[in-house]
């Protein structure tokens, strides 16, 4: 029996019990938090409710679910913790207002965990300054993140932080300190304990979110270049799905070991119980996206980062929707022919990929760790990149042992100006960047696009070049439209005009 009415009240107030929301809640109840949860969807509640029955057995119910936004209130203690797993956007806005209609108070924290453009939420804190405390938490890992341990990615009130800390380390995917490996478990009821939580306070108000976009930034590049890999083997090695597969399996047992490849290998060694064909060769061939992608790429123009794989990651989704299209270009347009290769020089085909997806890699994390050094910058946010990429050893779709390297660099070097420039990855480009531009050419010359892993090539020369032929393009510029250029033997902030039209072409300092 609860020793006082407060005994009985629920620690946390829980709206929206989607997929990750249900999931969300249960990985909460088995870290021992007493949940009430709210959805206008009644089904939702109901499923919940099955789920915590079938896992908890004959033990007391770990869940209460609510029928409003007052109820909620009144079951949960004061000062309350509301999160909220609902779509971006208005909902957001919609919740928060119902909650204030309910009655929460100036010091009741709302914690936004869904994909939300990082400049709305901050607009969010300070729409509702004084009202409540806006905080945010970008969470990544899928469903099964969600129930068995997410990585984490927290902004906003640093008192809101101090309060939320302890339930965020204890959901979050763990990581064995000694081997930097993932502690996984699932099975509910049995939460991971021990090891390091893939959970840390990333700074003010949108922080959170705007690293969680160049993560999912990161995962759109990582995505396109297996599958430029798999397209090179496919079609240029005439390798089956389930030899690819194969392939796969191998290497994720060094360097590139990761969710992505892991999964990878397990999409293409299925076989679709309709037809017994692999089940890769009977999925459109027409890729969805949600959005964060193209959030990152723009937000790379903006900010003025360099960040082409992440960008045409995100126009290979765009071309991919053009299926009618391609058919019709399929017919009309030619291309080389594919040379046949025999098992010897396979397998040298095979060890080429390999090393450029590993290259490519590299730089694809180096754009995205710039992009938020560069916004940081903007922004005026102290963002840890050792911690940031720790966090992301486990839980999150992008988790790598890739990923220790990049923290190692940053513990190494807290002002590193770029990955690119860090000993570690200037050594394994060096040593494998043979194949990789080979892998390049290799699928240029048989016809076969590999945008991303051309693009983060195209990214390494231009950034080791010192010279760009950016002087002939801002001579053009001074040209048709007046723009000025600088020179070598002047101070850069001095500006130089050609008059163009006059004999002789004189120079005028601007």
Known sequence: MPDSPRDSLCDIGFIGAGVMGKNLILNLADNGYRVCAFDLDQGRLNALLEQDKKERGDQPPRVEVCNSYTELLAKVKAPHLIILSVPA????????????????????????????????????????????????????????GARFGPSLMPSGDPYAWNRIEPVWHAIAAKVDPASGQPIERFEPGNPVKEGEPCAAYIGPIGSGHFVKMVHNGIEYADMQMICEAYHVMRSALEMSPAEIAGVFREWNKGPLNSYLINISAEVLATEDAETGKPLVDVILDRAGQKGTGLWTAVSSLEVGCPAPSIAEAVYARALSTRKVLRGRAAKKLSGPAVAPVDAASRDEAIARLHDALYCAKICVYAQGFDLMKLAAREQGWQLNFAEIARIWRAGCIIRAVFLQSISDAYERDTKLSNLLLDDFFIEQIAEHQGNWRQAVADASLNGIPVPALSSALSYYDAFRTESLP???????????????????????QQKFHVQWSEPGRPQVKV
């Open 89 to 144: 956007g208005a909902p957001v806005d919609d919740v928060c207002n119902k909650l204030l209609d309910a009655g929460l108070k100036a010091d009741d924290i709302v914690v936004d965990t869904g994909n939300s453009l990082w400049t709305d939420s901050v607009a969010r804190a300070k729409r509702y300054e004084g009202k409540l405390i806006f905080f945010t938490t970008a969470v990544s890992g899928g469903e099964v």
């Open 470 to 492: 950016a002087n002939l393009l801002q001579g053009q510029r001074d040209f048709f439209g007046a723009h000025t250029f600088s020179r070598v033997d002047y101070p850069e």
